[in-house]
């Protein structure tokens, strides 16, 4: 997946504002940031202020429901369910390596 194809262009981060955002999304659970760690390592270079709302909302959640997504075990509710959320959770799966969900 192509950090740089999103449907809505949206202005690069810089440098600075990358490792504010990684910092701000580390967790608790050492699962998730294995998740977060391959995301940026792949794609930090190439992000966007879209990419930063969506991951600030994923970051407002509870390890364990973060984890239950980043896993595919559960579906973002509608207030979660922003195309910016999903596509960072795109990101983050192909990233991290999360098994399809059937």
């Given at each position: 997946m192509d950090v740089g194809t999103s449907a809505t262009a949206s202005p690069?981060?810089?440098e600075r504002a990358v490792r504010r955002l990684h910092w701000r999304c580390r967790r608790g659970l050492l699962e998730n940031d294995l998740f977060i760690t391959s995301f940026f390592e792949r794609y930090g270079a190439a992000l966007t202020e879209r990419h930063a709302r969506g991951l600030d909302a994923l970051m407002?959640?509870?390890?364990?429901?973060l984890?239950?997504?980043l896993l595919r075990r559960k579906l973002p509710?509608?207030?979660l369910a922003t195309p910016?959320?999903?596509e960072v959770l795109a990101l983050l799966h192909s990233a991290g390596g999360a098994p399809q969900r059937h």
């Open positions: 690069p981060l810089d407002d959640l509870a390890d364990n429901d984890l239950d997504l509710q509608a207030g910016e959320v999903l």
